[in-house]
């Protein structure tokens, strides 16, 4: 019965039991798994996402990364993403500084801070702003923030195509209001948001605080209801544009103000690319039998 190093690891977050959790189990060269496998592990261990790694041709700096939630294969994934960097060059201690994953999305780059930290690489995903609102994104509005237009500044409403994700851009909610913000969907709003068929709801604002700039909330839209993601990096691939573009930010301190909460900076060095660095933790470690 084969088996496998599995971690649990905490990703944007330098302290246990925050950020997003999740599992990075690692494929030697010399071993293999099958998808249906990584879907039975990925189901097994129950947690946001599980990252797949295997070292191709016993390259320590080339590896294979396959992302599964609880119920699917999924495109992208930026906090296991992070969460395999920091299990490869923290944990392991590979004899490498940087690693390239081949995945799903492209191939990406993971390097180690001087702090330990992990620097990733991701493709940029630069949203279009939508001048003529139809009436289910007011609906979106009200059901996750609880506002209503007139409550506040301006919210200006974007979509990523790449991403398939609609971002509000809200005005005027200060970092505590924002924080607070909950959501409770009628049966009648639930139906409308779902006919949009978007991928995730980002909320984000500009930060009164002296050290973040950037605070965000995410809400995945699914059959299943409208969950809400601890610390999501592809949302902030779409963030880092917006901020650089409205507000001349190439150095983005961003905050995800979900209930475990994370941190990460965001740097913008090209158009087509977004640097997003953050901590993580390791909170399990052991083996797993396929």
Same mark, same amino acid.
């Given at each position: 019965?084969?088996?496998?190093?599995?971690?649990?690891?905490?990703?944007?977050?330098?302290?246990?039991?925050?950020?997003?959790?999740?599992?990075?189990?690692?494929?030697?060269?010399?071993?293999?798994?099958?998808?249906?496998?990584?879907?039975?592990?990925?189901?097994?261990?129950?947690?946001?996402?599980?990252?797949?790694?295997?070292?191709?041709?016993?390259?320590?700096?080339?590896?294979?990364?396959?992302?599964?939630?609880?119920?699917?294969?999924?495109?992208f994934c930026g906090h296991a993403t992070l969460?395999?960097?920091?299990?490869?060059?923290?944990?392991?201690?590979?004899?490498?500084?940087?690693?390239?994953?081949?995945?799903?999305?492209?191939?990406?780059?993971?390097?180690?801070?001087?702090?330990?930290?992990?620097?990733?690489?991701?493709?940029?995903?630069?949203?279009?702003?939508?001048?003529?609102?139809?009436?289910?994104?007011?609906?979106?509005?009200?059901?996750?923030?609880?506002?209503?237009?007139?409550?506040?500044?301006?919210?200006?409403?974007?979509?990523?195509?790449?991403?398939?994700?609609?971002?509000?851009?809200?005005?005027?909610?200060?970092?505590?209001?924002?924080?607070?913000?909950?959501?409770?969907?009628?049966?009648?709003?639930?139906?409308?948001?779902?006919?949009?068929?978007?991928?995730?709801?980002?909320?984000?604002?500009?930060?009164?605080?002296?050290?973040?700039?950037?605070?965000? /909330?995410?809400?995945?839209?699914?059959?299943?209801?409208? @969950?809400? !993601?601890? &610390?999501?990096? $592809?949302? *902030?691939?779409?963030?880092?544009?917006?901020?650089?573009?409205?507000?001349?930010?190439?150095?983005?301190?961003?905050?995800?103000?979900?209930? /475990?909460?994370?941190?990460?900076?965001?740097?913008?060095? @090209?158009? !087509?690319? &977004?640097?997003? $660095?953050? *901590?993580?933790?390791?909170?399990?470690?052991?083996?797993?039998?396929?």
């Amino acid at each position: 019965m084969p088996t496998f190093e599995i971690y649990v690891v905490d990703a944007f977050t330098a302290a246990r039991f925050g950020g997003n959790a999740a599992a990075v189990i690692v494929i030697p060269h010399d071993k293999d798994m099958d998808e249906t496998t990584m879907q039975n592990v990925a189901s097994e261990v129950n947690l946001p996402m599980s990252a797949f790694v295997k070292a191709q041709s016993g390259d320590q700096a080339l590896y294979k990364l396959l992302w599964f939630n609880p119920t699917a294969k999924a495109a992208f994934c930026g906090h296991a993403t992070l969460a395999a960097g920091h299990v490869l060059l923290n944990i392991l201690k590979l004899p490498v500084t940087s690693i390239k994953f081949d995945s799903p999305a492209g191939m990406l780059n993971a390097s180690k801070g001087s702090a330990d930290e992990i620097v990733l690489q991701f493709p940029s995903s630069p949203p279009t702003v939508v001048t003529e609102l139809p009436s289910a994104y007011r609906t979106v509005l009200h059901a996750f923030t609880g506002l209503s237009v007139a409550d506040i500044k301006t919210a200006v409403f974007y979509y990523a195509p790449r991403a398939n994700d609609l971002v509000i851009l809200l005005d005027g909610v200060d970092d505590t209001k924002f924080a607070a913000l909950d959501f409770a969907p009628s049966a009648d709003a639930s139906r409308e948001i779902l006919a949009l068929n978007m991928r995730v709801v980002v909320l984000v604002a500009r930060s009164q605080r002296g050290d973040t700039d950037s605070i965000a /909330r995410v809400f995945h839209i699914n059959n299943a209801g409208f @969950d809400e !993601d601890q &610390v999501t990096g $592809s949302a *902030h691939t779409i963030i880092a544009h917006l901020f650089s573009s409205l507000f001349g930010m190439q150095r983005i301190r961003a905050h995800q103000c979900s209930r /475990r909460g994370g941190r990460m900076l965001i740097e913008m060095p @090209d158009s !087509d690319t &977004v640097v997003i $660095s953050g *901590h993580a933790v390791t909170v399990i470690q052991g083996n797993i039998s396929t």
